[in-house]
């Protein structure tokens, strides 16, 4: 082989080596390329979706404030029952005191009445009323 040939041959490769550089380079570059559009579409997607987010979370802090507010709206209501329920109390507590102090007025006007019988004391005069009848009732 002579000296040409060999130079020939050392340029083919080189050329060829820079023509497989040169494509690898524009493969390359197209591909980054398309990864950045790529990217910048995603980029799109998430502000978009970051909106809509933000949205979401905006009604969940609505909707967490109105349930704060129902509670304390129940939490309220819970305490005027308690109070209504220990009134209510008291109220029954009074009546059954009264209802006590009524029960022993009458008794006491019973016994001292000639004309009403007393279970207590038997009036021989008078037929003995059986657990039926109700003396105070005449």
Known sequence: MSTSSII????AVVVVIAIVAALLWVARNRRDERRH???????????D????VGEREARAEETAAKARMVKAE???KAAEASALQHHAAQHRKEATSS???LNQQRDH??????KVPNP??????EPRSTPDQNPRNP
């Open 8 to 11: 020939w041959i050392i340029v």
């Open 37 to 47: 559009i790529e990217a910048e579409q995603i980029r799109e997607d998430v502000a």
């Open 49 to 52: 979706k970051s909106l809509q």
């Open 74 to 76: 129940a939490d309220a």
């Open 99 to 101: 209802r006590e102090e």
């Open 109 to 114: 006007a019973d016994t001292i009445d000639p």
């Open 120 to 125: 207590k004391v038997p009036n021989p005069e």
